[in-house]
């Protein structure tokens, strides 16, 4: 079974740094693209960023360009968020998901259970 | 970006009902939509894909539809566990924006 695993949210002051991680398994993760998604408490979901199997593409949100780094580890099954200048407005749960490309579309088909980070 | 707006934004329904949410997207997306469900406290579940296709183990009363620019999800007898948050989202192009949310009471 195909699962998703998030690790490393927490409290960070405003303009600190965090560094979240999401190990798959149970699916070829190099195969994949993969991408984060936050949700800010109580608000709805927001995509943030898609990086490809080889990295050799990623696309982000304008709110984190230049604040945040995407990254992955396809020999650990890892992907990884390296987030700098933290903002209050960038509290939220973090999801990473599975992008597969089905016939030419995609879709988030495999969510962690969400890491939580907190600006204050 | 593309904006995708979702009516209504809450719906008071009862077990039984028939239940049709809408997603309007600011430009064409063809059929790059896909529809989520999501339950207090849990990641969200994908329930349908390009615009109208449903996903493994998905319960056959969840049916989407549309193209362009106009989409639904209809559920066709609500069942207790479906009482949820539902969310469209277009993959057409970044940033892959997603509609602001129908909770379901």
């Known amino acids: 079974e195909a699962q998703l695993v998030e690790s490393g949210g927490g409290l960070v002051q405003p303009g600190g740094s965090l560094r979240l991680s999401c190990v798959g398994s149970?699916?070829?993760?190099?195969?994949?693209?993969m991408s984060w998604v936050r949700q800010a408490p109580g608000k709805g979901l927001e995509w943030v960023a898609n990086i490809k199997g080889d990295e050799s593409e990623q696309y982000s949100l304008d709110s984190v360009k230049g604040r945040f780094t995407f990254s992955r580890d396809n020999a650990k099954s890892s992907l990884y968020l390296q987030m700098n200048s933290l903002r209050a407005e960038d509290t939220a749960v973090y999801y990473c998901?599975?992008?597969?490309?089905?016939?030419?579309?995609?879709?988030?088909?495999?969510w962690g259970q969400g890491t939580t980070v907190v600006v204050s | 970006d593309i904006q995708m707006t979702q009516s209504p934004s809450s719906l008071s329904t009862s077990v039984g009902d028939r239940v049709t949410i809408t997603c309007r997207a600011s430009?064409?997306?063809?059929?790059?939509l896909n529809w989520y469900q999501q339950k207090p406290g849990k990641a969200p579940k994908l329930l349908i894909y390009a615009a109208s296709t449903l996903q493994s183990g998905v319960p056959s009363r969840f049916t989407g539809s549309g193209s362009g620019t106009d989409f639904t999800l209809t559920v066709s007898s609500l069942q207790p566990e479906d009482f949820a948050t539902y969310y469209c989202q277009q993959s057409h192009s970044a940033p892959y924006t997603f509609g602001q949310g129908t909770k379901l009471e």
């Open positions: 998901a599975r992008l597969p490309n089905v016939f030419g579309t995609y879709n988030f088909d495999i």
């Open positions: 430009h064409s997306i063809s059929t790059y």
């Open positions: 149970g699916f070829t993760f190099s195969n994949y693209w």
